[in-house]
């Protein structure tokens, strides 16, 4: 329980999933969208930035930019052909989208890797990586914080810290512009898309901007979750990390912005703690057992929550009952 | 040259298992307005149910009655217990789509707690192949077709001309309409699921012989295609799932074909189904059998 | 295109005619909801469309609003073609409309349903709204917003969600957040269907006082044939997707056409001649 491991795995694990979780916050949480492909902008952006850098020779911060740009892109392509669909046609073609994503990065070996993931971005034999330059620079931190201080600061915590700061810093910008009249905009198209364009508001542009920022955002989550794991596989993106992000945005409240990091929090604690807790009964179970006791869980958690709480904890009641 | 002729007796074997599962899919979505997203997983169910009976020693035959009464069980189970609560609650779109991703975790995991995480096949030879003219065909294959053909003559007769599947099908339609003509609801919405639960253990099993090998994401796997079938076929409506489910197993199988440009490799299959639906979406909204919404 | 619209050439504008309808055609299904219906409003007045249900008069207004698309015929605000306009730059160029089944944002405050129909908002655009002061246009809007609220009688509501609002409140409610959006024009679907009487008279009495402050024109459809035509300058009537009649108030009462459209409520026509 007290294993620093197992805490910063849980903080970084929760960080990276707030991030992600709040491309979906203003998606859904704001402008009503049903994203279920949110992980496609995950896996674009990072495999962007890993393929750039590996095959093209790029800057890794020109490529980790150049990754965001493609997820904010590629959300604007599914939002262009899309958005007009009806909201659970839209989640079918979202979910669908983002598994094509997959297939094709698992498929296209010769560009990708394939399965094997992105060690195998320069084909076999020769082991891949895009983020020599950020290591680096990560170690020459350690360095001068052990040099003026005396303390040994670990990676983990210093990517710890800059993705909370990531996080903390999109939060409050998401936050500011939800509480000015951009966000007001989006939550009436999210309550009634006739009512909100019978007051001159274009509801098509400001559903494909919610969307597009959305996967910014989740383009940056993409990125620093390549930067922390220095490694992953096309299987790292499937529909269950959509899933997880839906978890987190119900566990804080879909419709508060500051539930997400709590969300994000209480998912992460889940997520780490019934892989690390291997105490009795649990200790019965081998590894893998344990991870699929772990899903059964968050999957009668989800239940559970939209039976009993299905405004989340942070949520009022009284907005659900509006519905 | 029977590449031609063998594809599209596989896209018909494939197609079949689809129409089967979709057609359950179709159901539930017209008369519950669920998207079931643990559908796939009843399939997976179905799989294991009729896998266990065939440990025992007994044959595919006992197998497969035991699958598919297995699965009806189980899914007027979770109609009780689950499905039924959450319905008079009034939830939303999204609480309902929810509540099913995290049933389809819970049922999916379960099976991977129980069985383990191998590939499992049933006992029958999977190389033994019949040569029907310029087309192999092999015995897994046969089995499907015959029980496929039986399947949709029976949803055919049930759906047509039983008095509870012509009220489904109303229901389906209109369901205020349907609820003035005195239709007993509760009555539908369970013959509803036993007819999706039975199809869906009846199409695992059928997939999990089709597919040789299996292990428990078999069913999350296929839930996609299935989807897609319903899609395409006008989504909530019966016979239009079934159509769906073969013209995308075909067009599945089809976009392999070497003429085609040299074909797209086998791999990128379900890629061709989910842009084959996108497509559709897009072009055709209301699906192969649907009529075009009326503005506003 | 937006400025123009709302800024006009001011010379050449017809003020008799604010708003064009001519010939205008939609079918649903081959049904014709609306057939080679001809209108005009005037500026600065309240004018009426009346018709037996069906004739065709939501259908004519989701044409004019742009949320729906006339199979054939043309419509012109302040001298220009609106007909392939999309619904908010319609909103946008001063043609606001309310619905027949009111349609405010339920899990918004009363006043910022108000708030969002304000004009001319930088802080609408996602970079503007982060930068310093983009809540001060917000402030301005507010003061206009209580005021039009204390005039539905809404103003001790302004923090409750709209969705716990009464229909008639709701009403209410959408009349000011037409008004709210600084309109030329305003296109009130059934806006005392539902509500009651005491609200009724309240509406009415602030439809008339709007008007006589200048500078905004109503369309109305409404089936209180009584109430509204004792405030109406003029009067539309449709049946079967057509306007067979506009004139005056008194004209309508006496004409035959119109009489044999409401055959059954002729009573009714006769009796909202007592003045009210």
């Known amino acids: 329980m007290l294993d620093p491991g197992f805490w910063s795995f849980v903080g970084l694990t929760a960080g990276i999933y707030a991030i992600f979780a709040l491309g979906l916050q203003v998606q859904y949480g704001l402008a009503g969208l049903l994203n279920f492909g949110h992980v496609a902008s995950m896996a674009i952006a990072a495999y962007t930035m890993a393929i750039l850098v590996v095959r093209f020779g790029l800057a890794e911060w020109q490529a980790a930019a150049a990754g965001i740009a493609a997820a904010m892109a590629a959300g604007l392509l599914v939002g262009l052909t899309s958005l007009r669909l009806r909201a659970d046609y839209f989640a079918i073609v979202t979910i669908c989208f983002s598994e094509i994503v997959r297939y094709v990065l698992l498929n296209r070996q010769d560009l990708t890797g394939g399965p094997e993931g992105t060690i195998g971005l320069l084909g076999r034999g020769q082991a891949a990586a895009y983020n020599t330059d950020w290591d680096s620079l990560i170690a020459r931190v350690r360095e001068t914080v052990s040099s003026v201080t005396g303390l040994d600061v670990s990676r983990d915590i210093l990517m710890l810290l800059l993705i909370w700061l990531v996080a903390a810093g999109l939060l409050l910008v998401v936050r500011r512009a939800s509480v000015m009249p951009w966000g007001r905009v989006l939550r009436s198209i999210r309550e009634d898309e006739e009512a909100a364009s019978s007051v001159g508001k274009n509801v098509f542009a400001r559903k494909l901007q919610a969307l597009a920022l959305g996967a910014a955002i989740a383009g940056a989550a993409g990125v620093l979750y390549a930067l922390q794991f220095s490694f992953f596989t096309p299987d790292d993106f499937e529909p269950l990390v959509t899933f997880f992000a839906w978890v987190v945005l119900i566990l804080g409240g879909a419709a508060r912005v500051f539930g997400v990091p709590l969300g994000a929090l209480l998912f992460g604690l889940l997520f780490a703690g019934t892989r690390f807790f291997d105490f009795w009964p649990l200790s019965l179970l081998d590894s893998a057992d344990r991870a699929y006791l772990r899903l059964i869980i968050i999957g009668l958690l989800l239940i559970g929550l939209m039976y009993y709480r299905p405004q989340g904890l942070l949520g009022r009641r009284q907005e659900m009952l509006l519905e | 040259m029977s590449e031609l002729p063998q594809l599209i007796v596989d896209g018909l074997v494939s197609g079949a298992v689809l129409a089967i599962a979709a057609v359950g899919v179709s159901l539930v979505y017209g008369i519950l307005h669920l998207v079931n997203f643990a559908h796939g997983d009843y399939l997976t169910f179905g799989a294991y149910a009729g896998l266990g009976v065939t440990a025992l020693g007994l044959s595919m035959v006992v197998a497969t009655v035991v699958a598919v009464a297995a699965t009806a069980a189980l899914a007027v189970g979770l109609q009780l217990v689950l499905w039924g609560p959450v319905r008079r609650r009034r939830a939303g779109l999204l609480s309902s789509f929810i509540t099913a991703i995290g049933l389809a975790l819970v049922l999916r995991h379960a099976i991977f707690l129980v069985v383990g995480a191998g590939s499992r096949a049933y006992p029958v030879d999977q190389f033994s192949v019949e040569r029907l003219g310029p087309v192999r065909v092999s015995i897994s294959q046969l089995i499907a077709i015959s029980l496929s053909i039986v399947a949709i003559a029976v949803i055919g007769v049930l759906l047509a001309r039983t008095s509870i599947g012509r009220s489904m099908r109303a229901f389906a339609d209109n369901p205020e309409l349907a609820a003035v003509a005195g239709v007993d609801v509760g009555r539908i919405v369970l013959a509803t699921w036993l007819v999706a639960g039975a199809l869906a253990g009846l199409a695992g099993e059928l997939q999990g012989l089709i597919q040789g090998a299996f292990d428990p994401n078999m069913g999350w796997n296929l839930l996609l295609p299935i989807f897609a079938a319903v899609v395409l076929g006008t989504i909530g409506n019966a016979y239009g799932a079934l159509l769906g489910g073969f013209v995308l197993g075909l067009v599945m199988e089809l976009s392999t074909w070497s003429v085609l440009g040299g074909g797209i490799p086998a791999s990128y299959k379900y890629v061709v189904a989910f842009l084959a639906l996108i497509l559709m979406l897009l072009v055709r909204p209301q699906g192969l059998l649907g009529r075009r919404a009326r503005a506003l | ?276």
């Open chain 3, 1 to 276: 295109m937006n400025a123009s619209l709302r800024g006009g050439t001011g010379a050449e504008v017809d003020r008799t005619r604010l708003l064009e309808v001519r010939d205008i055609v939609k079918r649903y299904q081959g049904v014709a909801a609306v057939d080679r219906a001809t209108l005009n409003v005037a500026e600065g007045s309240i004018t009426a469309l009346i018709g037996p249900n069906g004739a065709g008069k939501t259908s004519l207004f989701n044409i004019v609003s742009g949320f729906a698309r006339a199979d054939s015929g043309s419509v012109r605000y302040r001298g220009r073609s609106i007909s392939r306009l999309p619904p908010h730059r319609v909103a946008r160029a001063g043609s606001v409309r309310t619905f027949q089944q009111p349609r405010v944002l339920r899990r918004l405050t009363v006043l910022d349903n108000l708030l969002l129909a304000g004009p001319r908002q930088p802080a609408e655009s996602f970079w503007r709204a982060l930068a310093p002061g983009a809540g001060r246009r917000d402030q301005e809007l507010r003061r206009r917003a209580l005021e039009l609220l204390a005039l539905v009688r809404l103003d001790d509501r302004a923090e409750a969600y709209a969705g716990v609002l009464s229909g008639g409140q709701r009403k209410l409610l959408e009349f000011a957040k037409a008004l709210m959006a600084e309109p030329l024009l305003v296109l009130l679907d059934e806006p005392l269907a539902g509500v009651n009487p005491t609200l009724r008279e309240l509406l009415l009495q602030r439809l008339r006082e709007v008007q006589a402050g200048g500078g905004i024109t109503f369309l109305v459809i409404e089936h209180d044939l009584g109430s509204v035509l004792r405030v109406s300058d003029e009067v539309a009537v449709m049946s079967e997707g057509r306007v067979i009649f506009q004139g005056s108030p008194e004209a309508t009462r006496r004409d035959p056409a119109v009489i044999d459209a409401y055959l059954g409520s002729a009573e009714a026509i006769v009796a909202s001649g007592t003045p009210g």
